[in-house]
């Protein structure tokens, strides 16, 4: 069968503080993750990695739902699904291994849109996500955009948000003992209005894949959000250009619910399932 490659661009609106943290902290703030750029300046931006993993774990969650499952016990298995597992110490290949490959790849192909480690193998997934830039001087070139006099400096699109944290024993100290346990820590966070570009596409991918694609960015554009912190409200995005056409979809969501007591097998859920 053809393979599908493609590739989607979209333009958001940060409608609430976005966090995503680097390598560096100053004392009690947690500094946004910052790339150099060619002029000496840097630009906060949120790497590839960080929307990659995210689309991972819902493609992951959708699976479970799609079957009827809670939850996995199989700690490597859930590693499959969530994180792309990991080689084992001591793993050895086995002559059927690239057999199972195959089948593990068709039985579940949003794994194998993501890439994962199996079987003593790494296996590149077919999704290529992009790192994601806000609108301001320093990258108007870079992301294609003609010069805008009234565009922002990167410097104006950070701020630092303030937070306490109290200790878990909070219920049972004094009012003069509370003052102790809390702790105060920031983050430094990309300020709302900040445009925010986002790209991602599939290279040679299986019809099935594609279909899985579909039915998780579907799922992601219907609450779409960047970053850490979603607890806090952080992250939150208004799409303002830019179309996923979704097709595809609803054919996953029906390939998954055929297969349902094969990929339950496969993931060793025990747990009663759903009646139809």
Same mark, same amino acid.
């Given at each position: 069968?053809?393979? $599908? ?52 774990? $819902? ?18 298995? &859930? ?52 790192? $994601? &830039? ?13 010069? #805008?006099? #009234? ?11 303030? &937070? ?14 509370? #003052?102790?346990?809390?702790?105060? &820590?920031?983050? *430094? ?19 099935? *894949? ?58 060793? $859920? ?7």
């Amino acid at each position: 069968m053809p393979r $599908i490659s493609k590739r989607w661009q979209f333009e958001f609106l940060a409608t609430a503080p976005v966090s995503h943290g680097g390598d560096e902290s100053a004392g009690n703030v947690q500094m946004f993750r910052r790339l150099p750029m060619p002029d000496g300046t840097e630009v906060p931006a949120i790497s590839a990695n960080a929307l990659r993993g995210q689309l991972r774990r $819902i493609a992951a969650r959708r699976l479970l739902e799609l079957i009827g499952a809670e939850s996995i016990t199989d700690l490597r298995l &859930y590693h499959l699904l969530f994180s792309g597992g990991a080689i084992q110490k001591g793993e050895i290949a086995t002559a059927h291994r690239f057999a199972d490959i195959r089948d593990m790849r068709d039985l579940l192909p949003a794994v194998s849109l993501f890439g994962a480690s199996w079987q003593a193998e790494i296996l590149p997934g077919t999704l290529q996500v992009d790192w $994601i &830039y806000p609108d301001c001087i320093q990258t108007r070139a870079l992301l294609g955009l003609p010069p #805008d006099p #009234d565009a922002v400096d990167a410097r104006q699109l950070t701020t630092t948000v303030l &937070y306490t944290r109290h200790d878990d024993a909070d219920e049972v100290v004094t009012e003069k003992e509370r #003052d102790k346990v809390q702790m105060l &820590y920031e983050t *430094e966070c990309m300020v709302p209005g900040t445009r925010l570009f986002v790209s991602f596409g599939l290279s040679r991918a299986s019809e099935l *894949e594609a279909r899985a694609l579909a039915d998780t960015v579907a799922e992601w554009m219907k609450h779409p959000h960047l970053g850490g912190m979603r607890s806090r409200g952080h992250g939150v995005l208004r799409l303002v250009s830019g179309e996923f056409d979704g097709v595809g979809a609803e054919e996953y969501r029906a390939y998954v619910t055929a297969r349902r007591d094969e990929i339950r097998h496969f993931l060793a $859920i025990t747990d009663p399932a759903p009646t139809q």
